[in-house]
């Protein structure tokens, strides 16, 4: 957010927050790429009580660099609760702004210098797979085609001109998480990042989408099931009819002012 004279607060602590189920492969070299890349930011492993000691790795990481932090959750409750409770733990610590990044791989750490510089005049950063530039490698014709084609549906039906809704690469700047109300979010999956990307264009935030070349994990299985893109489909659906109701609603009631000019 900016102040009144528009400009915007520097951002100088980074929490970098990496939510894990059974990725004890995969999490030691994400880290070790974040902190190649981002050597000033801190990490935060978000651990759902992982059956193969994801969570007791993650304290070996930690216990050897003061940058990597852990929190260790009960259970597996979805991305969408643990973001939220990586968020709440940030705020709570004063950071400046506060990252997503999945711990698959997926989000290759060279993009981080990029798109902790553009938040410097963002409210929000989207590593993008949909803007020019952006690509997504070894996935199958069927996963592409999904993924592109839904966040066609989410631009159409919502009226937003964010290319990659579905994004799960982010930066948010502590001020705009404050800003779209966080205590009312209950999405999870891919739906968790449409619904803090609309609530983000609502607020007016701003919004800059960084092109990043996503690639399909090499380590360990997919948790993209049926019931994440359901859910996603669903409330998406329900959000758009209520967008355009409201702006039917909104027509309708300057037309009747117009009448009684």
Same mark, same amino acid.
């Given at each position: 957010m900016s102040d009144a004279t528009g400009t915007r607060e520097p951002v100088r602590r980074v929490l970098i927050c990496i939510p894990t189920y059974n990725e004890r492969e995969n999490l030691p070299l994400v880290v070790a790429g974040v902190r190649e890349h981002a050597p000033e930011a801190d990490i935060l492993v978000l651990d759902d009580n992982s059956p193969d000691g994801t969570g007791a790795l993650a304290d070996?990481?930690?216990?050897?660099?003061?940058?990597?932090?852990?929190?260790?959750?009960?259970?597996?409750? &979805?991305? &969408?609760?643990?973001?939220?409770? #990586?968020?709440?733990?940030?705020?709570?610590?004063?950071?400046?702004?506060?990252m997503e990044m999945d711990a698959d791989g997926s989000h290759q750490p060279k993009y981080l210098p990029a798109m902790i510089a553009a938040i410097a005049d963002a409210d929000v950063v989207i590593g993008s797979r949909y803007v020019? #530039?952006?690509?997504?490698?070894?996935?199958?014709?069927?996963?592409?085609?999904?993924?592109?084609?839904?966040?066609?549906?989410?631009?159409?039906i919502l009226g937003m001109g964010v290319r990659d809704a579905t994004a799960g690469f982010r930066v948010y700047r502590a001020s705009a998480l404050r800003t779209i109300g966080l205590e009312q979010v209950a999405?999870?999956?891919?739906?968790?990042?449409?619904?803090?990307?609309?609530?983000?264009?609502?607020?007016?935030?701003k919004i800059v989408e960084v092109p990043i070349e996503f690639v399909e994990r090499e380590i360990g299985a997919s948790k993209m099931n049926n019931d994440i893109v359901k859910e996603s489909m669903a409330r998406v659906t329900r959000w758009g009819i209520e967008h355009r109701t409201g702006q039917v609603k909104k027509l309708v009631k300057r037309e009747a002012q117009w009448e009684k000019l």
């Open positions: 070996e990481l930690a216990a050897a660099d003061e940058h990597v932090h852990v929190l260790h959750r009960a259970g597996k409750e &979805g991305l &969408g609760m643990a973001y939220l409770a #990586g968020f709440d733990w940030g705020l709570e610590r004063g950071y400046d702004a506060i020019r #530039g952006g690509s997504v490698v070894n996935w199958p014709a069927s996963r592409k085609a999904l993924s592109m084609g839904g966040n066609l549906y989410i631009r159409m999405s999870q999956g891919y739906c968790f990042q449409t619904d803090l990307t609309v609530r983000a264009v609502r607020a007016g935030l």
